[in-house]
């Protein structure tokens, strides 16, 4: 798998064409891991040669994705920051390298398969190619170009260049996966493939190859959407006189049912799942499980966990079933797991944007309270909520259907009277539950802390009465128990 005395380099090669994908995402995190494992090398590379559909949004959603997920990649162009292009410093803060910048490189490697006339220019129109595709298809045959262009002795007059075509060899193209074992493609079915709409615009497959070749790739660990395009990357490689980098294509991530992701029955960009409230470190090993196997039953690793233990040859050939369930119990490990000052940090955005602001040590307090409830950190602030506005509640919510009004009215009075009398300063759950214990031991335990529950939360199920009386302090405590006085008293 790894070549003897070969430095391991890898590379994560996206198009900025759309939200960083789960997929995508898993791909970087597999590289990253077996380049780190390997003491390699992980590079970024932003694959923008569609211009039409490339767009810079999306190649900072694919950059702030990856760092979100604790991957960095260990080189990048050296180049200065101008036109809004990233600053590569001294402490290794790499921009991506980016295919549409590296335009005269994949010029001179298009001229060199021309003057050998390994490629050359197509001037057929579209409308011909169209109608040769159909006459192919309704003749039962593969759908390929007919080489038309391949030995003019000129060019035609007149007609400008539309493409320029790889004169594809009539050969089997065979590699040996790593995952997927030996794999082989018949190359007389593609036809002479396209490789640049001219010298300037070269077209991905071709630019890829050339990349590979010249970042010193030595393994390429893809999604299997790739598979087709490995031969015909192979094909140029042969051409240029380039080495061939061993591949690995990864099992694509299912939905439930199996079938391929899409939005339709799943959130698939990454940064979505931020935006949910889901921790990256939950999140980077649920991936990291979508498809591989560990040895044993373990489910919880952390990066350096991972680095130690990943292996490529447990990366399985069928298809990852994306699992919701596993995914919401392993965000929810990791926030009984995590220090309430790291859960406070990670919850500050989301405090903002609702606009809350308490003290923080109210926040702790609030999230030692619902960490045991929490999937996610929007979860927090649901379940949370009534700690910052009391909701408008019914009255009647205050006692059951047995049980006399006046009766509630008057446990609620003495509580209240009770916990007025507790020092502001010692409003503490040791504290207060020991003031409330001959009141309980009276009236009855749910008797005393079923209205003082709905009091405090205004619902019908809510966190310890007692943690919830220490969370929001004495005076906001005294200021909801009268408000449940003042609707019993309208009763």
């Known amino acids: 798998m790894v070549i003897p005395g070969t430095k391991v380099r890898v590379r994560l090669a996206p198009s900025p064409t759309g939200p960083i994908h789960l997929g995508t ?11 780190r494992q390997n003491n390699g090398v992980f590079i970024l590379r932003i694959e923008d040669t569609d211009l039409e559909r490339s767009e810079k949004k999306y190649e900072e959603e694919i950059i702030e994705g990856l760092k979100w997920l604790g991957i960095t990649w260990d080189e990048g162009p050296d180049f200065e920051r101008r036109n809004g292009k990233w600053l590569l410093t001294s402490k290794g803060d790499f921009g991506p390298y980016r295919q549409s910048e590296r335009g005269e490189i994949y ?36 759908p390929k170009y007919s080489g038309h262009c391949r030995n003019l002795s000129q060019p035609p007059k007149d007609l400008k260049p539309q493409v320029i075509r790889f004169l594809t060899p009539e050969v089997k193209v065979e590699f040996n996966d790593l995952i997927r074992g030996k794999t082989v493609f018949d190359a007389n079915l593609f036809g002479d493939l396209v490789i ?39 094909l140029f490689q042969k051409a240029l006189g ?53 040895r044993d ?66 926040l702790k307090k609030i999230i030692e309270i619902e960490r045991g409830r929490m999937k996610t950190l929007k979860d927090f602030m649901k379940s949370s909520a009534f700690f910052f506005n009391l909701p408008d509640y019914e009255a009647s919510l205050l006692h059951s259907k047995q049980e006399p009004v006046t009766k509630v009215k008057t446990i609620l009075e003495k509580t209240l009277a009770i916990l007025k009398e507790i020092a502001a300063e010692e409003f503490t759950h040791p504290i207060i539950l020991k003031s409330l214990t001959e009141l309980v031991g009276k009236e009855g335990r749910g008797e005393v802390f079923w209205p003082l529950r709905v009091a405090l939360s205004g619902l019908k199920a809510s966190p310890d009465p007692i943690a919830i009386t220490e969370a929001l302090g004495k005076e906001e405590t005294i200021r909801r128990l009268k408000i449940a006085l003042s609707k019993l008293n309208e009763k």
């Open 196 to 234: 640049a709409k001219d010298l300037e615009e070269p077209l991905y497959n071709f630019a890829a190859a050339v990349d590979d070749e010249l970042m010193k790739i030595t393994h390429v660990i893809r999604g299997e959407d790739h598979l087709s395009n490995t031969p015909k990357q192979i």
């Open 25 to 35: 995402a898993r791909t970087g995190l597999f590289n990253w891991l077996f380049a």
């Open 242 to 294: 380039f080495k061939e980098p061993l591949y690995a294509h990864l099992p694509l991530i299912l939905s439930p049912d199996r079938s391929k992701m899409s939005k339709r029955n799943a959130l698939t960009s990454l940064l979505e799942y931020r935006r949910e409230g889901y921790l990256p470190e939950a999140m980077a090993n649920f991936l990291t499980l979508l498809g591989w196997h560990p």
């Open 297 to 362: 039953n373990q489910e919880i690793f952390s990066l350096t966990d991972l680095i130690k233990e990943f292996d490529l040859k447990r990366v399985q050939k069928a298809g990852a079933v994306f699992n919701q369930q596993k995914l919401d119990w392993l965000n929810s490990h990791y926030f009984k797991e995590m220090q309430t000052e790291t859960i406070l940090e990670r919850l500050k955005p989301f405090l903002t944007a609702e606009k809350i602001s308490a003290p923080e040590e109210t």
């Open 107 to 142: 010029k001179k490697y298009l001229e060199e398969l021309i003057q050998n006339k390994k490629a050359y220019y197509c001037y057929c129109a579209k409308e011909e190619l169209e109608a040769e595709r159909q006459e192919m298809i309704s003749q039962g045959l593969p």
